[in-house]
């Protein structure tokens, strides 16, 4: 399941203010208010809803993005910031529903942040 913050949206509508915008267009299964890659791990743990999920790791934009926002340079663009969301595992199934409020239930601050991980593995791929 892939997370991404509502707060990034601005930033976005800035760089593509004539796109026509809604919520999922990053391709996210849950738009969440703010989500905060500098301040999540791997391995943190979140109630939202009735469900339960882990922080499993960060997204790697893709030409999808390009496609979607009818420009490819949004790729690049999407890799040189921290904004890039978060993937999660589903510990517990359950009913999710707007305005469900995303609660942290354990934080794992020994591992990696996935701003962290995401900045290395730009680095590994030589991404400027």
Known sequence: ??????????????????????????GENLTIDDLDETKI???DTFKVGNA??????????????????????????????TMCGVYF????TGFVKADDTFTRLSSDIGNLTIAELYKNKRAEKGIE
């Open 89 to 92: 595992k589903v510990l517990q």
């Open 52 to 81: 339960i999920l882990e922080v499993t790791q960060h997204r790697e934009p893709c030409y999808k993005l390009g496609i979607r926002f009818d420009n490819m340079r949004i790729v690049k663009q999407f890799w040189n910031t």
């Open 1 to 26: 399941m892939y997370g991404y913050s509502l707060k990034h949206y601005n930033y976005w509508k800035s760089k593509y203010p004539n796109l026509e915008w809604s919520l999922g267009m990053f």
């Open 41 to 43: 791990h791997i391995g």
